[in-house]
């Protein structure tokens, strides 16, 4: 995975509360089994005039030419909820997302973004309103650095405006995931002693969970 | 030791080790897969040259977009459907692993299955990458839902990464009123906190009308606990769940049964357990249940009015989005709303209790001129169960259409819809926008809701069905 350390870019507002990953990526763009060909069907919904189409609503944010190669969304609260579908995350990334800044993400869809190098970043909703009102004025002139090594989201100063400055908290595990762009099944596997030590023990204290003897798929 | 949480016992029983910043590497006892997500997750392990650590483990299902119609093969009504089932029958045997396929008789949706296989035991880790895994914390387990690489994860090393999370204790006590369901009580929940209340949290549900419910409600109610944003939900397993496990083909039997049973009582959270937040609901104030807008927070009593702006807990901006997908205006009655479909399925509701209900109310009666009706079973064993109880002939009787087991219309997937700006009472549990179906507009309620608005031909309350004459 490629590590994320500071990305400095177009943000795009998306500022609506509870944006499900049905909206993200609707299941009709889900087309085969595979994690890439998604990046058209980001936002299928809303980006396009009609259903199954490809025309593009000029309405939507990403489609408007002061976003065009936006890589950081500014979404708002509970970012990502329903579905567990990892496509959302896959879909984002290879349209070029690398951050999200949200006041909260719903959780499979956060440790989705952790093992695809996207980053969750939570920030207050009058933080995230108040980098959305800087970038509204001029987003290509205006873009917004996400700091994973600070743990702070910064624009600078900019035509009078003052420059902007937020810290956010996230969970080290996490952080060393993204910064190091660690493959957590490797990580793990140097755990494989305590993981077998483990299973022994249990045998005898859950033997019910041990399927191995009483399985009605391995008895017939 | 310091008094536990049955969260709290669970956690510790699975930890392998503790890794930093509240993080531990947990055992993972069963992960289930199905077509649409966990294909992608054997085909990415099996790229990786990386092995499935204990096949006898995990367990794989056809539920998600397998056609439901009688008769059916492999051929979806979705556009390239069959690729996912193909793929996903090859990797699962090429892994090792039991995969109740399309024509198995114990094919359905996997968190259906799950239980009435005995899979899903009470103490044990279950992960699916689906939302609702939550569902089986009805059993007293830690089920939760994952992403397909972590999913990967859990194939490979039979373990997770996982933060742990606050512990919040939902208290319902008293009793819940005639007609009013554990899928009202899940919506209640909503209504009143919010799809966010639940963020960090793994949720125990608790109190006297918790108790009271049965194994097939409390799963209704752990079922909406993805919903709630929190990792999970689960519920002390007691003389409910050891009755209802009792018997099942994978949990264990006789003597080791017995034994079993012993260590599940002692799960039960110590009484002076500490929880990081509580909530507590009078069951008495709970009413049936609809939504009126687009995300499943948007619920009121059936007898209400769609709420105004400012009043509905949802910004401005929203509330308006929400009442123009769903074409009504605030201060309607939500019981005159006139519907083209309704759906009993899923995950939330399909279970054999869940029919029975149901068909109580469609008994001798006929589906309103112009309403789709459909009714798709959770897994072909509850389809077998409610045709040797002639429920079968009660729906299609009433102009219901019966299918083979599946996830069916909950979500729409390329295939079959009811339509745009087709309005739906449905036994779900999502009403995003075009979530079934581009446009359609989607009101979530109990399957007795469902019923009595099938026959009426708007949103109706269960109650005012008069119950025929007992033959």
Redesign the interface.
């Known amino acids: 995975m490629e590590p994320l350390r500071e990305i400095t870019a177009v943000a795009a507002p998306l500022l609506?509360?509870?944006v499900?990953t049905?909206?993200i990526i609707?299941?009709?763009e889900?087309?085969?089994?595979?994690?890439t060909g998604l990046a058209d069907g980001l936002f299928a919904?809303w980006r396009y005039t009609a259903?199954g189409g490809r025309e593009p609503d000029p309405s939507f944010v990403l489609n408007q030419a002061d976003f065009s190669g936006a890589r950081i969304l500014l979404g708002g609260?509970?970012f990502g909820?329903?579905?567990?579908?990892?496509h959302a995350?896959w879909a984002l990334h290879e349209y070029g997302i690398r951050a999200v800044i949200a006041p909260?993400f719903?959780?499979?869809f956060a440790?989705?973004c952790i093992?695809?190098g996207l980053s969750p970043v939570r920030l207050p909703a009058d933080a995230v309103a108040a980098l959305a009102a800087h970038v509204a004025v001029d987003p290509r002139s205006r873009p917004i650095t996400v700091d994973m090594l600070r743990c702070e989201v910064r624009a600078a100063a900019v035509d009078g405006a003052a420059a902007l400055r937020f810290p956010f908290t996230f969970?080290?595990?996490?952080r060393?995931m993204l910064l190091e762009g660690l493959d957590?099944?490797d990580?793990?596997?140097k755990?494989r002693a305590?993981?077998e030590a483990?299973?022994i023990r249990?045998r005898s204290?859950?033997?019910?969970?041990?399927?191995?003897r009483?399985?009605?798929?391995?008895s017939t | 030791m310091a008094p536990r949480t049955l969260f709290d016992k669970i956690w510790d029983q699975h930890v392998v080790r503790e890794l930093a910043d509240g993080v531990a590497l947990l055992a993972i006892d069963r992960v289930f897969l199905h077509e649409r997500t966990g294909s992608v997750a054997l085909k990415g392990l099996a790229a990786a040259g990386r092995p499935v650590l204990d096949p006898a483990r995990v367990f794989c299902t056809m539920d998600h977009i397998v056609d439901t119609f009688p008769g059916r093969g492999d051929a979806t009504r979705m556009p390239g459907g069959e690729a996912f089932i193909l793929e996903t029958r090859a990797a699962a045997r090429a892994a090792g692993i039991r995969v109740f396929d399309v024509r198995d008789p114990q094919q359905g949706i996997v968190h259906v299955i799950s239980p009435e296989l005995g899979l899903a035991l009470p103490g044990a880790t279950i992960v699916c990458p689906d939302s609702h895994t939550c569902t089986q914390g009805a059993l007293g387990a830690l089920a939760w839902g994952i992403g397909s690489t972590e999913a990967e994860h859990a194939l490979a090393t039979g373990t997770l990464r996982v933060k742990r999370p606050r512990r919040l204790r939902i208290s319902v006590e008293g009793r819940l009123a005639p007609g009013v369901t554990a899928k009202d009580l899940a919506l209640f929940i909503l209504a009143r906190h919010g799809v966010a209340g639940g963020d960090g949290f793994v949720v125990e549900y608790a109190g006297s009308a918790v108790r009271a419910l049965d194994m097939e409600a409390r799963m209704t109610l752990c079922n909406m606990a993805t919903e709630f944003s929190a990792m999970t939900g689960l519920i002390a397993p007691d003389e409910v769940t050891f009755d209802y496990l009792r018997g099942r083909p994978y949990a264990p039997q006789g003597v080791a049964f017995d034994a079993a049973v012993a260590a599940w009582r002692d799960l039960a959270g110590d009484a002076d357990a500490v929880f990081d937040r509580e909530i507590r609901i009078d069951a008495a104030e709970v009413p049936p249940m609809v939504t009126w807008g687009t995300s499943p927070q948007h619920a009121v009593g059936i007898d209400s009015a769609v709420p105004a702006a400012g009043s509905s807990g949802a910004a401005p901006e929203a509330h308006a989005r929400a009442l123009s997908y769903m074409g009504i205006e605030a201060g309607q009655a939500l019981a005159s709303l006139p519907i083209t479909a309704a759906f009993i399925g899923s995950c939330t509701n399909s279970r054999l209790s869940d029919l029975r209900r149901a068909a109580a109310i469609l008994r001798g009666r006929r589906v309103a001129p112009g309403v789709r009706a459909i009714c798709v079973p959770g897994s072909m064993s509850v389809k077998r169960a409610a045709e040797a109880e002639g429920l079968d002939k009660v729906f299609t009787d009433a102009g219901f259409e019966w299918r083979e087991s599946g996830c069916s219309m909950c979500f729409f997937a390329g295939g079959e819809s009811f339509g745009p700006r087709e309005r739906v009472v449905s036994s779900t549990n999502r009403n995003f926008e075009s979530r079934q179906g581009p446009e359609t507009r989607t009101h979530i309620a109990s399957p007795e809701t469902v019923a009595a608005s099938a026959l009426a031909g708007h949103i109706a309350d269960p109650r005012r069905v008069a119950r025929p004459e007992a033959a």
């Open positions: 609506r509360d509870n499900d049905d909206a609707p299941s009709r889900m087309k085969t089994v595979s994690k919904g259903i609260a509970n909820c329903g579905s567990s579908r990892e995350v909260s719903a959780p499979i440790a989705n093992r695809n969970d080290a595990e996490s060393d957590a099944i990580l793990t596997l755990h305590d993981i483990f299973l249990d204290a859950r033997p019910w969970i041990h399927l191995g009483h399985n009605p798929d391995r």
